[in-house]
């Protein structure tokens, strides 16, 4: 073979250790150097350094220092367009002079579509990306072969060599590690196999991820990685770097994930690298102090200098702190006003400080193919959710689990299969979810789409509350193809906040949006007067603006009044996961490209059940999910409630109930359960009976329904109508308000009119109607009420709602 012909796999000499070597990664044969010279050193350090764009024409970066300690955790803050992807970019390509040649560098980035022929399945993916791991297997199915024909010191030699880097990668071990990674971003046996090319960008984001924990790099660039991510992959996500044993520099607007992951910043700033030994928090502050320094400074220098030649050094230097100092001001103003809600209106009949409910949902099931043989039901387990004008609720679970369903049934794009729905008739919404820029026409620009929507308000005030979104200078009358994704996500921001709505539900409002933008609408959202929902997988988002918690996972429907139960609640799924908990293809939809689940209850799912716990102990399992029980309450007494999970992946199984009285939910450990006295006979009789009494309602509604279709209602016509409390009363036909939509007023409960869809309508039958509730003395708790509320109507419309119930 000659000097000059490259080595490769098929024509090496597998007897030369050398050649072989020559096969290896770059980084690989420059580690073997170095330690056969044994100078090696895991530090970059590059003085002076400058970066520029492809085409040379822009400078992001001049005569600054590129340093990165080894073993450290790095994070990268910088503006939009000062050169944070294009830096990853050259220290992933190697194109960076004198940067270490010898580290093994791994730019994690969502995964391109390529041609389906050399398409690969996500398993097969993450396997194949760890290059050095997939040569070696290479070079060991080759040398055995050799082996067999031939033997000599060298190919033995060499056999050992290969051998050794197997093992210190872990080539046993590594489909089993990639799986126990999988499971834990969603993809179940069925989902691994599935080709990368199917599946969405958000998924293949999550590939991206175990590509680049598989690859055990000494420096791992990660860019952006929670944009697609749901709320437990990010805790998993987090977990992982904590863990990572060697270095990482991290770009994310997700501060929490900043705050508990790096210890070390560097800031892209006037095209200067700045350097921060500290964590995201502690340089959060020292920036603050900074920048208002500085700008005290400026001010002061430009008071001194009022009066001089432009064209002087002195000159250049005054034009120069100018800038600085108007540019300074107009970012703290504008990102203290930069998302903004006007004046809130209050509902119809609601008085100052009055709670009135805008949405309930009460025993809710929903499937998308009801008919079907075997339906599969995103809420097996019914739901009961209700929305007043002050809630304040973050939503956090797996992708799959139902909360886009949630949204959609709140919404109305979606009908409970089963159960009742209540909506207020005057409340407005605004929802602002994760492609409402699909709705923007890119012809337009942000200033003609608001006319548009709102055509009889002035140009001029509409382009002042453009500005307050960012969107001003001259952006409002560009073209929407011309704009970020930000930018055009802060276009439907501005429809929405127009007009103060009601309920205000944002799905994942963070995504794309930089951290101080992240601040802005935080405050915005605090300020904001109506009910709010969200669902995010910001920590920080949710710790600041919500009050309550709700944990949707596959089987679970909880709420949580502090984020610390909610979060441990939903990452305890993901470790079930990550840990091999049998799965079968009925609940989680489109996790991993399939629909799977946690086996009920964790993993244990009967009464009786034999578990084996970390500690290796094998204990019976007392009580099971769904089991009605007696549980503790803070008060030292026991109180109805129902198991809503077990978790026996640590060394004591933890029961989580749902109290019936208080609808809390509590870790209670097994000491403070008690067994509801309960025959299997007469359990089992009652099961049977409640199965059966669901069966026939539903078939009586079914016929009640399709007997209203083919009435031809009309003014004045007697009929049934469902209440708010799901109950049917006496009720008149005022207006047909067109397709299957009737506005109607009831006899007992009060004079305003009503709309109603034709499903809440029936055929007038005495006998069917609820009895008029009967009008209850005054008492002592009335109601929380306004002013000389506690007694008669106590809290007006709540109030009286609470009496219809108990009629």
């Not at 939903?570 to 946690?598: C, N, P, W």
């Given at each position: 073979?000659?000097?000059?012909?490259?080595?490769?796999?098929?024509?090496?000499?597998?007897?030369?250790?050398?050649?072989?070597?020559?096969?290896?990664?770059?980084?690989?044969?420059?580690?073997?150097?170095?330690?056969?010279?044994?100078?090696?050193?895991?530090?970059?350090?590059?003085?002076?350094?400058?970066?520029?764009?492809?085409?040379?024409?822009?400078?992001?970066?001049?005569?600054?220092?590129?340093?990165?300690?080894?073993?450290?955790?790095?994070?990268?803050?910088?503006?939009?367009?000062?050169?944070?992807?294009?830096?990853?970019?050259?220290?992933?390509?190697?194109?960076?002079?004198?940067?270490?040649?010898?580290?093994?560098?791994?730019?994690?980035?969502?995964?391109?579509?390529?041609?389906?022929?050399?398409?690969?399945?996500?398993?097969?993916?993450?396997?194949?990306?760890?290059?050095?791991?997939?040569?070696?297997?290479?070079?060991?199915?080759?040398?055995?072969?050799?082996?067999?024909?031939?033997?000599?010191?060298?190919?033995?030699?060499?056999?050992?060599?290969?051998?050794?880097?197997?093992?210190?990668?872990?080539?046993?071990?590594?489909?089993?590690?990639?799986?126990?990674?999988?499971?834990?971003?969603?993809?179940?046996?069925?989902?691994?196999?599935?080709?990368?090319?199917?599946?969405?960008?958000?998924?293949?984001?999550?590939?991206?991820?175990?590509?680049?924990?598989?690859?055990?790099?000494?420096?791992?660039?990660?860019?952006?990685?929670?944009?697609?991510?749901?709320?437990?992959?990010?805790?998993?996500?987090?977990?992982?770097?904590?863990?990572?044993?060697?270095?990482?520099?991290?770009?994310?607007?997700?501060?929490?994930?900043?705050?508990?992951?790096?210890?070390?910043?560097?800031?892209?700033?006037?095209?200067?690298?700045?350097?921060?030994?500290?964590?995201?928090?502690?340089?959060?502050?020292?920036?603050?102090?900074?920048?208002?320094?500085?700008?005290?400074?400026?001010?002061?220098?430009?008071?001194?200098?009022?009066?001089?030649?432009?064209?002087?050094?002195?000159?250049?230097?005054?034009?120069?702190?100018?800038?600085?100092?108007?540019?300074?001001?107009?970012?703290?103003?504008?990102?203290?006003?930069?998302?903004?809600?006007?004046?809130?209106?209050?509902?119809?009949?609601?008085?100052?400080?009055?709670?009135?409910?805008?949405?309930?949902?009460?025993?809710?099931?929903?499937?998308?193919?009801?008919?079907?043989?075997?339906?599969?039901y995103i809420f097996d387990n019914p739901i009961s959710f209700e929305v007043k004008t002050n809630s304040r609720v973050g939503i956090m679970g797996p992708n799959g689990a139902g909360k886009s369903t949630l949204l959609k049934l709140l919404t109305k794009k979606l009908t409970p299969t089963e159960g009742t729905h209540y909506e207020n008739p005057d409340f407005t919404l605004a929802y602002f979810g994760q492609h409402s820029t699909a709705?923007?026409?890119?012809?337009?620009?942000?200033?003609?789409?608001?006319?548009?929507?709102?055509?009889?308000?002035?140009?001029?005030?509409?382009?002042?509350?453009?500005?307050?979104?960012?969107?001003?200078?001259?952006?409002?009358?560009?073209?929407?193809?011309?704009?970020?994704?930000?930018?055009?996500?802060?276009?439907?921001?501005?429809?929405?906040?127009?007009?103060?709505?009601?309920?205000?539900?944002?799905?994942?409002?963070?995504?794309?949006?930089?951290?101080?933008?992240?601040?802005?609408?935080?405050?915005?959202?605090?300020?904001?007067?109506?009910?709010?929902?969200?669902?995010?997988?910001?920590?920080?988002?949710?710790?600041?603006?919500?009050?309550?918690?709700?944990?949707?996972?596959?089987?679970?429907?909880?709420?949580?009044?502090?984020?610390?139960?909610?979060?441990?609640?939903?990452?305890?799924?993901?470790?079930?996961?990550?840990?091999?908990?049998?799965?079968?293809?009925?609940?989680?939809?489109?996790?991993?490209?399939?629909?799977?689940?946690?086996?009920?209850?964790?993993?244990?799912?009967?009464?009786?059940?034999?578990?084996?716990?970390?500690?290796?102990?094998?204990?019976?399992?007392?009580?099971?999910?769904?089991?009605?029980?007696?549980?503790?309450?803070?008060?030292?007494?026991?109180?109805?409630?129902?198991?809503?999970?077990?978790?026996?992946?640590?060394?004591?199984?933890?029961?989580?109930?749902?109290?019936?009285?208080?609808?809390?939910?509590?870790?209670?450990?097994?000491?403070?359960?008690?067994?509801?006295?309960?025959?299997?006979?007469?359990?089992?009789?009652?099961?049977?009976?409640?199965?059966?009494?669901?069966?026939?309602?539903?078939?009586?509604?079914?016929?009640?329904?399709?007997?209203?279709?083919?009435?031809?209602?009309?003014?004045?016509?007697?009929?049934?109508?469902?209440?708010?409390?799901?109950?049917?009363?006496?009720?008149?036909?005022?207006?047909?308000?067109?397709?299957?939509?009737?506005?109607?007023?009831?006899?007992?409960?009060?004079?305003?009119d009503v709309i109603v869809p034709l499903k809440k309508l029936r055929i007038f039958d005495p006998s069917a109607a609820t009895p008029a509730p009967v009008p209850k003395k005054a008492a002592g708790k009335g109601g929380k009420g306004g002013k000389g509320g506690k007694g008669g109507k106590g809290r007006g419309g709540k109030g009286q709602q609470r009496r219809v119930a108990a009629a």
């Open positions: 073979m000659s000097k000059e012909q490259e080595v490769t796999i098929d024509n090496v000499d597998w007897s030369s250790k050398e050649q072989v070597i020559k096969l290896f990664p770059v980084y690989a044969q420059e580690t073997i150097k170095n330690e056969r010279t044994k100078k090696v050193s895991n530090t970059v350090e590059i003085e002076p350094f400058t970066l520029q764009t492809p085409f040379k024409d822009k400078t992001m970066l001049k005569n600054t220092k590129l340093f990165l300690e080894p073993n450290k955790r790095h994070c990268l803050f910088g503006s939009n367009g000062t050169g944070k992807t294009l830096l990853f970019e050259r220290m992933a390509d190697g194109t960076i002079k004198d940067f270490p040649k010898h580290l093994n560098v791994h730019h994690c980035k969502e995964m391109e579509h390529v041609d389906d022929s050399v398409a690969e399945s996500v398993l097969d993916t993450v396997v194949h990306s760890h290059g050095f791991l997939n040569l070696l297997r290479k070079c060991d199915v080759k040398i055995t072969e050799v082996m067999k024909e031939q033997q000599s010191e060298g190919l033995t030699e060499v056999k050992t060599m290969i051998d050794n880097y197997l093992r210190s990668i872990g080539n046993d071990s590594a489909e089993d590690n990639v799986k126990k990674m999988l499971r834990a971003l969603g993809f179940d046996d069925e989902g691994m196999l599935r080709s990368t090319n199917d599946l969405s960008g958000g998924l293949r984001m999550r590939v991206a991820l175990a590509c680049a924990f598989f690859s055990n790099a000494d420096l791992l660039l990660l860019d952006e990685p929670t944009n697609h991510l749901d709320f437990p992959s990010v805790l998993w996500l987090e977990n992982r770097l904590r863990g990572y044993g060697k270095s990482f520099l991290l770009v994310t607007h997700d501060r929490d994930l900043l705050v508990n992951v790096t210890t070390s910043c560097l800031l892209l700033e006037d095209k200067q690298i700045q350097y921060y030994n500290c964590g995201f928090g502690e340089f959060e502050k020292r920036k603050a102090k900074e920048d208002e320094k500085k700008y005290v400074d400026c001010e002061k220098f430009l008071k001194m200098n009022r009066n001089v030649d432009p064209s002087t050094p002195l000159g250049a230097q005054v034009a120069k702190k100018r800038d600085w100092s108007h540019n300074y001001h107009e970012k703290q103003v504008r990102m203290q006003g930069k998302f903004t809600f006007p004046a809130a209106t209050p509902l119809k009949g609601q008085k100052p400080g009055q709670e009135v409910t805008i949405y309930k949902l009460d025993n809710v099931r929903f499937s998308y193919k009801p008919d079907a043989e075997n339906p599969l709705e923007l026409n890119m012809e337009l620009t942000p200033l003609e789409f608001m006319m548009e929507q709102f055509p009889d308000v002035k140009s001029g005030l509409l382009r002042n509350h453009l500005a307050k979104t960012s969107i001003g200078g001259g952006v409002e009358s560009t073209r929407m193809q011309s704009l970020s994704y930000s930018q055009r996500s802060c276009v439907i921001f501005a429809k929405l906040t127009y007009v103060c709505p009601h309920l205000l539900i944002m799905d994942e409002p963070t995504n794309f949006l930089d951290i101080e933008s992240v601040d802005s609408l935080i405050g915005a959202a605090n300020k904001f007067p109506g009910a709010l929902l969200v669902v995010t997988h910001s920590r920080h988002f949710l710790r600041a603006c919500a009050k309550e918690y709700l944990s949707v996972v596959p089987g679970q429907f909880l709420m949580f009044d502090n984020m610390k139960e909610a979060e441990g609640s939903t990452y305890t799924f993901i470790q079930e996961l990550e840990s091999g908990v049998k799965m079968d293809a009925s609940a989680l939809a489109a996790g991993g490209g399939s629909r799977h689940t946690v086996k009920k209850g964790g993993e244990a799912a009967a009464t009786g059940e034999v578990v084996t716990q970390e500690d290796g102990t094998e204990v019976v399992l007392k009580f099971a999910v769904g089991e009605e029980v007696k549980a503790l309450w803070t008060d030292k007494k026991f109180y109805e409630a129902v198991i809503a999970k077990v978790a026996t992946t640590a060394p004591k199984i933890k029961y989580t109930v749902k109290y019936t009285k208080f609808n809390k939910v509590a870790n209670i450990p097994e000491a403070g359960l008690k067994k509801v006295v309960q025959s299997a006979a007469i359990a089992a009789k009652a099961k049977a009976d409640q199965k059966a009494a669901a069966v026939a309602r539903k078939e009586a509604a079914a016929a009640a329904l399709e007997a209203a279709k083919n009435v031809k209602w009309a003014p004045g016509d007697k009929c049934l109508a469902m209440h708010s409390d799901g109950r049917f009363y006496a009720a008149s036909v005022v207006k047909v308000n067109g397709f299957e939509m009737f506005v109607i007023k009831f006899d007992v409960l009060g004079n305003d």
